[in-house]
């Protein structure tokens, strides 16, 4: 069984996770390398993003997971899902994020050394390096590093951690499921979920501030486990998705609403207002427009995107993967190729893109037919050549 519809929100929130990371160049806020224009003015398009689109991500991952579970015991799942995602996060770390560490101690600290010399030297030495302004071990940069592979890290350990509850309380989806069910009827549907994640806004983020680190980032595993879990537990729950769609547009309105909140309370503080009371509100009206932004989206895309199959949707669902792994550190050789050229920051970023997608493109079709490099960018093995009468099994 397969969501066509979550397949292409998938695809399309991936897209917009290369135009983040471009955009990531050129806002105020700290990234591996930097462009040379700030353009303060797309900041809030970025923030119109931010809130929600991992936690969907996350979300669909887990509806994902649902459908590829079928009749499959847990501990062949364990299998499946580890033979996907380990590979492609060993071969991530020692092949294709090391530039992106080597780019960021050039330009961020002035490193001379060939990237030869820094493999060698320092990437693999397994330790902080680095440090800004020589502190403590929490200002340095710590090699070898995930990235942005983070995502692969933690959907692994949530999906283990998952298998290992079906494997130890057999009922538990069923019986989750139909509690979901009820809570998500109605109103609740945006109700309840509102309500937690403004919780773990305002509780959990001021004491975890996310970090990607895995152990100790608590604001980022309650939210993106919940999210993962749950995307799983309703995946196949009808009565779910009806509300889903019958809510998208108020939950479109909430969004908007939340969203400007969002961001008069962000302006605010950037000049230089700020108070617990406006904290307290900022991160209320955040987890207000995670949940009503996922809700519209998922609302739209089942009644607006195509439910019938087709040969473009098959080619991205299978390209996804590998364009995720390889596309920020094409951003990031790409930007730091162009940065001492002094090109107009829209030239310059329309160059970044269209390398990306050419870099991306290129290495799917390149890894699409190289059996031995499949594994590695989280493809499944091509499947071995059947007798010309035998039927056709996909």
């Known amino acids: 069984m397969r969501r066509i ?31 040379g224009h700030r353009l303060a003015a797309l900041e809030p398009f970025m923030l119109a993003l931010n809130p929600w689109r991992l936690v969907l991500l996350f979300l669909v991952s887990g509806a994902a997971t649902a459908f590829m579970a079928g009749r499959l015991r847990p501990g062949r799942l364990a299998g499946q899902r580890s033979a996907r995602l380990l590979p492609p996060l060993i071969f991530g770390m020692l092949v294709i994020v090391p530039p992106q560490s080597y780019l960021q101690v050039v330009e961020g600290f002035g490193y001379a ?9 320092h990437y693999l030495a397994f330790a902080g390096q680095f440090c800004a302004g020589g502190a403590g071990r929490s200002s340095c940069i710590v090699m070898p590093t995930w990235n942005h592979l983070w995502f692969v890290v933690y ?9 290992g509850l079906l494997a130890l309380v057999p009922g538990f989806a069923r019986r989750a499921e139909s509690v979901l069910t009820r809570l998500l009827a109605g109103p609740g549907l945006l109700l309840w979920p509102c309500i937690v994640l403004a919780a773990y806004r305002i509780v959990l983020f001021p004491r975890f501030p996310e970090t990607h680190a895995l152990f100790g980032d608590w604001y980022a595993h309650a939210l993106y486990a919940s999210a ?9 729950s009808e009565a779910v998705w ?15 609403v939340a969203y400007a909140l969002y961001l008069a309370a962000y302006l605010a503080r950037q000049q230089g207002l700020s108070s617990e009371a406006l904290l307290f509100g900022q991160r209320l009206v955040y987890g207000i427009d995670q949940w009503c932004w996922i809700v519209a989206v998922l609302g739209f895309g089942r009644r607006w995107l195509p439910t019938r199959d087709t040969p473009a949707r098959r080619y991205l669902t299978d390209a996804v993967f590998p364009y995720y792994i390889v596309h920020q550190t094409a951003i990031i050789i790409a930007a730091h190729a162009l940065r001492d050229l002094d090109l107009p ?7 970044i893109i269209l390398a990306t997608a050419a870099t ?35």
Do not use: N
């Open 5 to 35: 519809d979550l397949d292409w929100i998938r695809i399309a929130a991936f897209g917009l996770l290369i135009l983040y990371h471009v955009g990531m160049l050129y806002v105020t806020w700290t990234f591996h390398v930097k462009s």
């Open 113 to 121: 050394g060939s990237f030869a010399e820094f493999y060698r030297q």
């Open 228 to 236: 993962f879990l749950l995307g799983f537990l309703v995946a196949r």
């Open 242 to 256: 009806h509300e889903v769609e019958q809510w998208r547009w108020p939950a479109l309105a909430g969004a908007l």
């Open 155 to 163: 959907l692994w350990v949530y999906s283990m951690l998952l298998f």
């Open 360 to 394: 991306c493109a290129l290495t799917y079709e390149i890894v699409r037919r190289a059996g031995w490099l499949r594994p590695l960018f989280g493809l499944k093995p091509r499947p071995a050549p059947t007798a010309d009468l035998a039927p056709a099994i996909r």
């Open 345 to 351: 920051a829209w030239l310059e970023a329309s160059i």
